[in-house]
């Protein structure tokens, strides 16, 4: 992993603490990502949005499952309603739903991130023109972020949901940059931070 000053690192914290406004409960809330084009004669340039959803019992352990472009959560409650393969630079080309208040009690945490795709070889978030990320719910903005604290990673944290005791989702910005490909990031996403 990769700290906000790009020196490779397991664990660091990139994010302030950001709770979810007002100390409202989550309902449906979207992650929008967008990004721009890769110039004429490169590579497109691939990015997505990765929700990795974690049991009650072990929120920092194995994910139960992930949802990315090409799967949705067994309930549909986390669902991939826009993708994009290239960017288009036509705002927000892509959207992950989540739908807390219908998320089972037997999970208790989700991290969702966004990671590049490297297939036309390295590239980090330093590379991406116009790159940036929103959380709202309804019409409220929870977070934005334009990976500028990220620019050396591949892949990056952007938010963390954790179940509060009362049942009640809360959300906490949480930017941490990767230097693994999508895959690998899937299984650490969720890593604890030291």
Same mark, same amino acid.
């Given at each position: 992993?990769?700290?906000?000053?790009?020196?490779?690192?397991?664990?660091?914290?990139?994010?302030a603490c950001k709770?979810?406004?007002?100390?409202?409960?989550?309902?449906?809330?979207e992650?929008?990502?967008k990004?721009?084009?890769s110039?004429?004669?490169?590579?497109?340039r691939?990015l997505?949005?990765?929700?990795?959803?974690?049991?009650? @019992?072990?929120?920092?352990?194995?994910p /139960?499952?992930?949802?990315h =472009? $090409?799967?949705?959560?067994? *309930?549909?409650?986390?669902?991939m309603?826009?993708?994009?393969?290239?960017?288009m630079g036509?705002?927000?080309v892509?959207v992950m739903?989540?739908e807390f208040?219908r998320l089972?009690p037997?999970?208790g945490?989700?991290?969702?991130?966004?990671?590049i795709h490297?297939?036309?070889?390295p590239r980090t978030?330093g @590379?991406?023109s116009?790159?940036g990320? /929103?959380?709202v719910?309804? =019409? $409220?903005?929870?977070l934005? *972020?334009?990976?500028?604290?990220?620019?050396?990673?591949?892949?990056t944290?952007v938010?963390?949901?954790?179940?509060?005791?009362s049942?009640?989702?809360?959300?906490?910005?949480?930017i941490?940059?990767?230097?693994s490909?999508?895959?690998?990031?899937c299984?650490?996403?969720?890593?604890?931070?030291?």
């Amino acid at each position: 992993m990769l700290d906000r000053a790009g020196t490779s690192r397991h664990g660091s914290d990139g994010g302030a603490c950001k709770v979810s406004g007002g100390g409202k409960a989550l309902g449906k809330v979207e992650v929008r990502l967008k990004w721009d084009p890769s110039p004429l004669g490169e590579t497109p340039r691939h990015l997505d949005i990765i929700a990795a959803t974690y049991s009650a @019992d072990d929120p920092y352990g194995r994910p /139960v499952y992930v949802v990315h =472009y $090409e799967s949705r959560s067994p *309930d549909g409650t986390i669902t991939m309603t826009r993708h994009s393969e290239t960017g288009m630079g036509f705002g927000f080309v892509e959207v992950m739903v989540l739908e807390f208040d219908r998320l089972a009690p037997v999970y208790g945490r989700v991290v969702v991130g966004v990671a590049i795709h490297q297939d036309g070889g390295p590239r980090t978030f330093g @590379d991406m023109s116009n790159a940036g990320v /929103v959380v709202v719910q309804r =019409y $409220e903005q929870l977070l934005a *972020d334009d990976f500028a604290q990220v620019a050396d990673a591949t892949a990056t944290t952007v938010a963390e949901f954790t179940r509060a005791p009362s049942g009640a989702w809360e959300m906490r910005e949480m930017i941490r940059g990767f230097d693994s490909d999508p895959v690998l990031f899937c299984a650490e996403m969720g890593s604890p931070q030291h």
